[in-house]
C-alpha cells in the first residue's frame, strides 16, 4: 500500500473516531493535545500527511480502538486483546460469609462506577414490600449482581448502560417478565422513573439499541477492577489497561445511547403507562 492510499484510508478511520467521539470535536482535540490546524490537514483529502508514532498513540488511547486499525493493519477497532495476568475468578459469597462487592465499592468510592447489567439494575428495582403483594416485579437485581447497594451517590457517580428492549419486555409484559402481573410491572418502571429523576446527574441510565449493541453484564469499579458474572461468581480483572479497555467498551455503548439520561424517565413512565392494567 502506498502513502496516498494509506493516508486515505486513515482519513476514513480517523474521520469516524472524530464524529463517534463523544464530547464533540474540542474534547477531541483537548484529550488527544492535537490543534485544530493538524486535525484539519489530517483530515484534508489534498493532504497525504499521516500523525507522528506519539499522536496515533493518543488518537488510539483516547478513542479506544488500536493504532493498527487506525493504520488500516486490521479490521477490529479494539485490535487484538491480551488477557492480563491478574485475573481471577470469585465467589459472590466469601468463606466467612461477606462478599467481595463491599470492598470492590468502597474501593471505587470518589471515583465513577460503570454497569452493565443483565437485567434490571439492583438499585432500580423496588422493593417487594413496596408492592403490598407477595412476589416481585419480575427479575431482580441481587446476589452476584448486587452491586448498586448501599452506594452513596453522594460519594460515587453511577452509569448503567442497558438495552431499551429489556424495558420494552417488561412493559409488555413478555420475555423474562411473561408470568408478571401488570400491576407489579407498571409500579417498576414508575419507581425507575422516579429514581432516575431524583438522582440525575448522580445517577445516570443510557439506553441503547440492543438489536445493534451487544454486551455482556460486567461493572467497573472506578480505576481497580472490573467484575464480569458468571453465574453465581465473578471474573475479575485488576490490569489498569484490561481496567481501561473496558471503560472505554461502556464508553462505546454510551456513544450508542438512543435515549438520553436526562430524558430517560419521560421514557420510563410512558412504558409504565402502556403497562397499565386492562
Known amino acids: 500500500m502506498d502513502k496516498r492510499d494509506l493516508s486515505a484510508q486513515f482519513r476514513a478511520r480517523l474521520g469516524q473516531v472524530v464524529r463517534s467521539h463523544s464530547g464533540g470535536r474540542s474534547d477531541f482535540l ?17 493532504s497525504d500527511r499521516l500523525p507522528r508514532a506519539e499522536t496515533l498513540r493518543r488518537i488510539a488511547s483516547v478513542s479506544g480502538v488500536s493504532v493498527d486499525w487506525l493504520l488500516c493493519l486490521e479490521n477490529a477497532p479494539e485490535g487484538r486483546q491480551e488477557v492480563a495476568g491478574s485475573v481471577k475468578i470469585e465467589q459472590e459469597t466469601q468463606a466467612d460469609g461477606s462478599t467481595p462487592l463491599d470492598q470492590w465499592r468502597s474501593e471505587a468510592t470518589g471515583f465513577k462506577l460503570r454497569y452493565v447489567p443483565s437485567t434490571l439494575p439492583d438499585m432500580l428495582s423496588f422493593d417487594p414490600d413496596e408492592a403490598g403483594q407477595n412476589g416481585t416485579p419480575g427479575p431482580r437485581g ?36 411473561a408470568d408478571t402481573p401488570a400491576v407489579l410491572r407498571r409500579r417498576q418502571l414508575t419507581h425507575m422513573a422516579r429514581v432516575c429523576r431524583d438522582n440525575y446527574p448522580a445517577l445516570r ?17 472506578g480505576k481497580e477492577r472490573v467484575a464480569l458474572y458468571i453465574g453465581d461468581a465473578y471474573l475479575v480483572v485488576s490490569s489498569p489497561d484490561q481496567v481501561r479497555d473496558f471503560a472505554r467498551q461502556f464508553d462505546r455503548l454510551v456513544r450508542q445511547t438512543i435515549i438520553s439520561p436526562d430524558a430517560v424517565h419521560v421514557t420510563l413512565d410512558d412504558l409504565a403507562e402502556a403497562a397499565r392494567p386492562e
Open 30 to 46: 483537548r484529550q488527544t493535545g492535537m490543534d485544530r490546524s493538524a486535525l484539519s490537514q489530517f483530515l484534508s483529502p489534498a
Open 142 to 177: 441481587g446476589g452476584v449482581e448486587a452491586v448498586l447497594g448501599r452506594i452513596s451517590l453522594d460519594d460515587i457517580d453511577v452509569e448503567i448502560a442497558m438495552p431499551v428492549q429489556t424495558l420494552r419486555d417488561l412493559s409488555a409484559g413478555t420475555g423474562l417478565w
Open 205 to 221: 441510565l443510557h439506553l441503547y439499541d440492543g438489536t445493534r449493541s451487544f454486551s455482556a453484564p460486567f461493572t467497573v469499579f
